[in-house]
């Protein structure tokens, strides 16, 4: 062998070691005495021995068990914390003497060193399933204390075999708290803040990963971002099982081998004050529980429940009472139908649920009880998180570079003057979206969706339940008249792994012997949307910035057939404005450890009614009013009719209490302009600063900038 040679597999090999050693130096399993001296490569396996060990040699099965013949297990989860001790967390048997008998056993583990992640101590969790009648131990436990060193390949397989044999004899099975929520189909809770935490992971160049369709499911990030590492790296040393669940974990947690599920209290409790009320405080009280889990690696459900009662700024309340349901007091923008509470007060109860099915590798089902949004910006043109909760059935179907995803909704016309027989109208959504990543760099998404109603007790057409159709041919076999169908097409182009631009463009109706005319024609109803987004801007890790304007024409959303307009309980189920409007959007999010600040400016014009009795006309922005109540067919622009210019800007800080749960305590003030040219009963002019002080677990979006 030559010199040239022989350094390059010297080289290698010593690449090749490296790697191994920092892998383990990275994350490494808690360490017993007895193995301290044994390669870290083995150290998990060591680990896993000593336990089998300690719980077969000490665990004394009650006598009145034996007597019964009882055939079972005793799951035990346990974690060994920052000092090294053995804790345990939750015991699952049949009998209470084999819980006691497993807590006495675990309690008398020796202290040990404790787990590291990135050389720091760190909590390690595990379950353990003791079969019960015990066993004879038919296989002894390997010295690996030995001062020789080790034959790592000898060693790792007389070690696996080992492990393999004891569990046959000793009937028990070590397994570590992998913390399987943050690898399965449940949906990431979708708030701005939280997703821009892994926003910058799942676009860099290169990625092939899709962006649009929200909320992402966890085997979709986790891919590109490691939630439990930044879970660890943010974890508080507590000494207390109650200093545990308040800063670090979920308040029930148990996982098993094919199983997992979480509850946890959700809790939003505010104090505020709005400087233009007349009532003296804003307040928000609510209280909730979350429940989720998984079975296999294919099933996962969730569910939510919120009693909350409230009273927000007068602005936001007005708006409330403005779009309420028919016999009710208001109707909460994204929460839903409220009752009156005490003092100008609202009282609404919310429910959340879904399951989640995985049957092959591409396809995931989902159907529930929420909402969905699509795009990569603030705002979305397409479907937005801004309405109430409402049953869905999805199916997210992903190969190659393509995500493709069609969406079936069960929506509500509450209005008084449609209800039927002393219901609300039940109307029906369907969409699709299609998401192709054509490069490392550039997206872009085609869209469609047809809102249809129960007109001629037509009830839920099956036709649009064909996933893979055009609903313009739909509508014209079934009638132009019987449904609303829009298109959109969207892109995101990737400049750097810091920089990406966005866009989306929606068309409701066109003609383009209007456009060319320079009529301005009503029949143009369309909009777009241009965005951009600044990763670790300025070279300040973990700092966004977020630019956006949004432009729609009026009449755009709405339809001759009030009850197919593109909304959902008196709610856009797009924009937050509805039409006739331009909007300017400007964001700054960043967080440092648990610490997080956000700042948000928005500004636009948009075109109100003016409902005075003289003028009864249709402007435009009123997605829920007939088009043809316009005052006319053409000059019709952007922010027509009563013209109003509107500014918002709100600053918010806070401190994360726990990133398992997004428990946050946070403050903020908010300010906002409210000027139309015209005062009417529907816009009056309003100039209000908003104080609020809060603790709230973060699960989803709220939209104050009205």
Known sequence: MNMKKFFVLVFLFFQIYSYAQNKFLYEKPPVFSECENVNVELLQKCFDNQVFNLVFNNYQVPQDVI????????????????????????????????????????????????????????????????????????????DLAKDEAPDYDKELSELENAAKKEYDSVNTKLVPFSNKEYNSQLNIPFTHSNYAKFDR?????????????????????????????????????????????????????????????????????????DTEADFSNTYNNTRGINIQGGFGDKFSFYTSFFESQGRFAQYYNEYAE???????????????????????????????AYLSYTPFKFLNLQFGHGKNFIGDGYRSLFISDVATPHPFLKLNATFWKIKYTSTWMWLRDVRPE??????????????????????KRLNIGLFESVIWNNANNRGFDINYLNPIIFFRA????????????????????????????????ILDEFSLSHITGGEKSWKN?????????????????????QTEYNRVRPYTYSHNTVVLNYGHSNQSMAHL?????????????????????????????????????????????????????????????????????????????GY????????KIFTDVTFRDFNPEAQTLSTMNSNTVWFNLGIRTDLFNWYFDL
């Open 67 to 142: 007597d019964e013949n009882y055939k079972g297990d005793v799951v035990v989860l346990f974690e060994v914390d920052k000092e090294g001790v053995f804790r345990v967390i939750y015991v699952d048997a049949t009998y209470q003497a084999l819980k006691n008998e497993a807590k006495r056993v675990f309690g008398d583990f020796p202290k040990i060193q404790p787990g590291t992640y990135n050389g720091k101590p760190t909590f390690k969790q595990y379950s353990i399933e003791i079969k019960i009648p015990l066993l004879d131990q038919a296989v002894a436990t390997k």
């Open 201 to 273: 992971s799942i676009n860099l160049v290169g990625t092939n990963s899709h962006t649009a369709s929200k909320p992402y499911m966890y085997e979709d990030v986790s891919p590109y971002y490691d939630f439990q590492a930044e879970i660890d790296t943010l974890a508080r040393t507590s000494h207390t099982f109650a200093g545990r669940k308040l800063w670090n974990e979920r308040l029930v947690r148990v996982e098993g081998k094919d199983y997992w599920f979480t509850i946890d209290p959700i809790f939003d409790f505010e104090v505020g004050k």
């Open 322 to 352: 403005s779009i309420k349901a028919a016999d009710e007091a208001a109707i909460i923008p994204g929460r839903g139908i409220a009752k009156a509470f005490k003092d100008g007060g609202y009282d609404y109860p919310v429910a959340e």
């Open 418 to 439: 449609v209800k039927v027989d002393g219901a609300y109208m039940p109307k029906y959504m369907a969409t699709h979206f299609l998401s192709w990543n054509v490069s």
């Open 474 to 505: 739909i509508e014209f076999e079934t009638g132009q008249g019987a449904g609303n169908a829009l298109l959109g097409m969207s892109g995101k182009f990737k400049i750097n792994d810091n920089m990406n631009v966005y866009g989306q463009f």
């Open 525 to 545: 109803k369309f909009g777009y949307q241009l965005g951009f987004k600044y990763y670790d801007a300025f070279k300040v890790k973990n700092l966004l910035l």
């Open 577 to 653: 404005w509805g039409a006739n409007f331009s909007e300017f959007v400007l964001i700054g999010r960043y967080h440092y450890k648990r610490w997080f600040g956000n700042a948000k400016m928005v500004f636009g014009t948009r075109g109100f009614d003016f409902n005075d009795g003289t003028d009864n006309y249709s402007y435009g922005e009123d997605i829920y009013r007939n088009y043809n109540e316009r005052p006319y067919d053409t000059g019709i622009v952007v922010g027509q009719g009563n013209k109003t210019n509107t500014f918002f800007f709100n600053l918010q800080a």
């Open 656 to 663: 994360v209490i726990n990133p398992a749960t997004n428990l």
